[in-house]
């Protein structure tokens, strides 16, 4: 049974910064694209960073510049490095991949990220 368990969330000042990590296990296929969603209340979820298994990266232009998604492989562990946060940064996040072959996405459980003071 495939597994992604997020920690790192958590409640933060402006300007502050968090970072996230999403485990997964129970992957049979090789792991291709991870990367992080999030939703904030009343809103739809929406992408924030994805990471392909060679290492390209997408980020949404609300994130460019102060979030880094990174990847382990050997781990099977997606990053997300958030500096400079914002009070609109406040959602839960939730990590996100698909596998070679592709099969389905998988997702975590999200972690809730506040930003306030």
């Known amino acids: 049974q495939v597994q992604l368990v997020e920690s790192g969330g958590g409640l933060v000042q402006p300007g502050g910064s968090l970072r996230l990590s999403c485990a997964a296990s129970?992957?049979?296929?090789?792991?291709?694209?991870m990367g992080w969603y999030r939703q904030a209340p009343g809103k739809a979820r929406e992408l924030v960073a994805t990471?392909?298994?060679?290492?390209?990266?997408n980020y949404a232009d609300s994130v460019k510049g102060r979030f880094t998604i990174s990847r382990d492989n050997a781990k099977n562990t997606v990053y997300l490095q958030m500096n400079s946060l914002k009070p609109d940064d406040t959602a839960v996040y939730y990590c996100?991949?698909?596998?070679?072959?592709?099969?389905?996405?998988?997702w975590g459980q999200g972690t809730q990220v506040t930003v306030s003071s």
């Open positions: 990471i392909t298994r060679g290492g390209s990266t």
């Open positions: 996100n991949l698909d596998t070679r072959p592709y099969i389905r996405p998988y």
């Open positions: 129970g992957i049979i296929f090789s792991i291709n694209n």
